[in-house]
């Protein structure tokens, strides 16, 4: 009911899209003529998640991906193209020479390789691709996603030194800068995460990868949940490699991850890889000579995600986007303590990806029927990942706005009140 009646507040607004979009006209033919999408005034008419023609909107997903899309994005996947279809390969040019602008580099020094599947495909591409066996790489894990690296060099029976610290924990650049001088000092690659969607801390990747340089190690970043939403300079970073997915912040749907890579780097890894499929620079290579994909390329998702790029345009850039989901968090922050839930991390770690929260200490708590009570009024919440406490996460990526993130609030005040969950007494040890 309450989405109804702000889809009415913003019919106004309401514009076709194709006229927003400045690079509109190098979209395949009959795409996106169809769509009127909801505007979000407040953020440069920004198409919006929900569809007017339809009476029972998505549900909201506040989760880690895939993500609520806008209407348009999701409008976009109903187009079909063969993957020898022109059009389709412009489409793959534009996303990505679309993925070199969002991080602000050079068609010259970086290139884009774009891998079939989800996430973790392009990690593992770029692990088992990129890394010199006799040498090995240091990884640098502060939660689940920098030790799921090291399954993958397991798998791949690539030597790697595992740094690995507290999900609530920056790593320590000196301790880093002893172990480069020490048991890693061999190592080619230093390879690390910059947001840890675990529990939502964000590492400094600059910091980490300045001192991986200087230490003569190629840089290798897992950005999968922060490409798009954190300003991230690849100078001051010196990254030679970049991960993410389309299903994260730039708001596409599953079904392919990238890599940005520096040219003069991936050039070393030419029949260097442990995997056809997820050979990285085979890939490039590939998609370099007849600008087509090896193998089934994914068409719909990436129509979608040249949409998604152009609406990241629309509003305004990363920095935009960033304000945008900081708003989500502090718009959550807000209310959660208010209703007195305690944060896992302390503020100073926090990122604007995702939050994680500490179960209630209170006898009628009970994650299973909260989620559940939720997801009955369309708020999709997600588990906690963390290893040594009870949590449940929120995210704040995805075309959802701050407004969203108030209902959604609202809706917890409600369950909890059903659920006589009133008294949140801090959890006694936090960490
Ligand atoms: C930081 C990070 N790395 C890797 C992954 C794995 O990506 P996928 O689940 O798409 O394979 C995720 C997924 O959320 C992630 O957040």
Same mark, same amino acid.
């Given at each position: 009911?309450? =989405?109804?009646?702000?889809?009415?507040?913003?019919?106004?607004?309401?514009?076709?899209?194709?006229?927003?979009?400045?690079?509109?006209?190098?979209?395949?033919?009959?795409?996106?003529?169809?769509?009127?999408?909801? !505007?979000?005034?407040?953020?440069?008419?920004?198409?919006?998640? +929900?569809?007017?023609?339809? /009476?029972?909107?998505?549900?909201?997903?506040?989760?880690? @991906?895939?993500?609520?899309?806008?209407?348009?994005?999701?409008?976009?996947?109903?187009?079909?193209?063969?993957?020898?279809?022109?059009?389709?390969?412009?489409?793959?040019?534009?996303?990505?020479? @679309?993925?070199?602008?969002?991080? @602000?580099?050079?068609?010259?020094?970086?290139?884009?390789?774009?891998?079939?599947?989800?996430?973790?495909?392009?990690?593992?591409?770029?692990?088992?691709?990129?890394?010199?066996?006799?040498?090995?790489?240091?990884?640098?894990?502060?939660?689940?996603?920098?030790?799921?690296?090291?399954?993958?060099?397991?798998?791949? %029976?690539?030597?790697?030194? !595992?740094?690995?610290?507290?999900?609530?924990?920056?790593?320590?650049?000196?301790?880093?800068?002893?172990?480069?001088?020490?048991?890693?000092?061999?190592?080619?690659?230093?390879?690390?995460?910059?947001?840890?969607?675990?529990? @939502?801390?964000?590492?400094?990747?600059?910091?980490?990868?300045?001192?991986?340089? =200087?230490?003569?190690?190629?840089?290798?970043?897992?950005?999968?949940?922060?490409?798009?939403?954190? /300003?991230?300079?690849?100078?001051?970073?010196?990254?030679?490699?970049?991960?993410?997915?389309?299903?994260?912040?730039?708001?596409?749907?599953?079904?392919?991850?990238?890599? +940005?890579?520096? %040219?003069?780097?991936?050039?070393?890894?030419?029949?260097?890889?442990?995997?056809?499929?997820?050979?990285?620079?085979?890939?490039?290579?590939?998609?370099?000579?007849?600008?087509?994909?090896?193998?089934?390329?994914?068409?719909?998702?990436?129509?979608?995600?040249?949409?998604?790029?152009?609406?990241?345009?629309?509003?305004?850039?990363?920095?935009?986007?960033?304000?945008?989901?900081?708003?989500?968090?502090?718009?959550?922050?807000?209310?959660?303590?208010?209703?007195?839930?305690?944060?896992?991390?302390?503020?100073?770690?926090?990122?604007?990806?995702?939050?994680?929260?500490?179960?209630?200490?209170?006898?009628?708590?009970?994650?299973?029927?909260?989620?559940?009570?939720?997801?009955?009024?369309?708020?999709?919440?997600?588990?906690?990942?963390?290893?040594?406490?009870?949590?449940?996460?929120?995210?704040?990526?995805? =075309?959802?706005?701050?407004?969203?993130?108030? =209902?959604?609030?609202?809706?917890?005040?409600?369950?909890?009140?059903?659920?006589?969950?009133?008294?949140?007494? /801090?959890?006694?040890?936090?960490?």
């Amino acid at each position: 009911m309450q =989405r109804t009646a702000k889809m009415a507040s913003h019919a106004a607004s309401r514009v076709c899209l194709r006229s927003m979009s400045s690079s509109a006209a190098a979209a395949p033919a009959g795409s996106f003529t169809a769509a009127k999408p909801v !505007l979000n005034a407040k953020y440069n008419n920004l198409p919006t998640h +929900i569809d007017p023609n339809r /009476p029972v909107q998505d549900k909201l997903l506040f989760t880690p @991906g895939p993500l609520t899309t806008s209407y348009s994005v999701k409008q976009a996947l109903t187009t079909d193209l063969g993957s020898r279809d022109v059009a389709f390969q412009q489409v793959i040019r534009d996303v990505r020479s @679309g993925l070199l602008d969002v991080a @602000g580099v050079s068609a010259a020094e970086y290139t884009t390789v774009p891998v079939q599947g989800s996430g973790t495909f392009a990690i593992e591409a770029t692990l088992c691709s990129v890394i010199d066996r006799k040498k090995g790489v240091l990884v640098i894990a502060n939660g689940a996603y920098g030790l799921r690296q090291t399954a993958i060099l397991k798998a791949h %029976k690539i030597p790697f030194v !595992l740094y690995e610290c507290a999900d609530y924990e920056a790593p320590d650049l000196a301790k880093l800068e002893q172990l480069l001088q020490t048991t890693a000092k061999d190592v080619s690659h230093v390879s690390f995460v910059h947001s840890e969607t675990t529990s @939502g801390i964000v590492n400094d990747v600059h910091a980490l990868g300045a001192l991986a340089h =200087r230490m003569g190690k190629r840089v290798i970043v897992d950005a999968m949940s922060s490409f798009g939403a954190y /300003p991230i300079d690849f100078k001051k970073a010196h990254l030679d490699y970049l991960i993410s997915s389309a299903n994260k912040c730039i708001e596409g749907v599953p079904g392919f991850a990238f890599v +940005i890579a520096r %040219k003069s780097s991936l050039e070393e890894a030419k029949g260097n890889s442990s995997s056809l499929a997820l050979d990285l620079y085979g890939q490039c290579a590939g998609l370099d000579g007849n600008g087509q994909f090896r193998f089934t390329p994914p068409t719909h998702p990436l129509i979608a995600f040249a949409q998604a790029l152009r609406e990241l345009k629309i509003e305004g850039g990363v920095d935009a986007r960033a304000r945008r989901y900081k708003a989500n968090q502090q718009t959550l922050m807000k209310g959660l303590a208010r209703l007195g839930f305690q944060l896992y991390l302390p503020a100073e770690q926090q990122g604007y990806i995702i939050s994680s929260y500490h179960w209630p200490k209170d006898k009628n708590w009970n994650f299973e029927r909260f989620y559940s009570a939720l997801n009955d009024k369309s708020f999709v919440i997600y588990p906690g990942k963390v290893s040594n406490a009870d949590c449940f996460r929120i995210g704040h990526i995805g =075309r959802i706005f701050p407004e969203d993130t108030e =209902r959604l609030v609202q809706a917890i005040e409600e369950v909890c009140k059903e659920m006589k969950t009133a008294a949140f007494a /801090p959890p006694s040890a936090k960490l």
